[in-house]
């Protein structure tokens, strides 16, 4: 079972390649239903096999989600996700006498 360390250890790192940064940004401004696979690579300029394992490393990470509808698969990111990841970050900021926020 993974800790939520953990989690947030691989969401980071697969964050951490300027193509899936490019992809998850893609899929935050598409749609509430989703951003077909084709307009993400269309945006990012990619071929759709290197798309496809990037695709799966942010999905891996619980930061997208994936619907198929029909014969196309609709990407959407995962908020609850992204926003647990965010916290995790600033859950200390001031704690310590800091004054950056």
């Known amino acids: 079972m993974t800790t939520p360390l953990e989690a947030h250890a691989e969401a980071l790192a697969a964050l951490g390649h300027p193509v899936r940064l490019a992809i998850l940004r893609c899929v935050v401004r598409g749609p509430e239903e989703g951003t077909p696979a084709g307009e993400i690579q269309a945006s990012v300029k990619i071929p759709a096999s290197t798309l496809s394992h990037h695709l799966a490393t942010l999905s891996s990470a619980g930061l997208v989600q994936a619907e198929r509808q029909g014969t196309f ?11 647990a990841l965010t916290e995790f970050i600033w859950k200390d900021c001031c704690g310590s006498g800091n004054t950056c926020c």
């Open 73 to 83: 698969l609709r990407y959407r990111a995962d908020f609850g996700t992204l926003r």
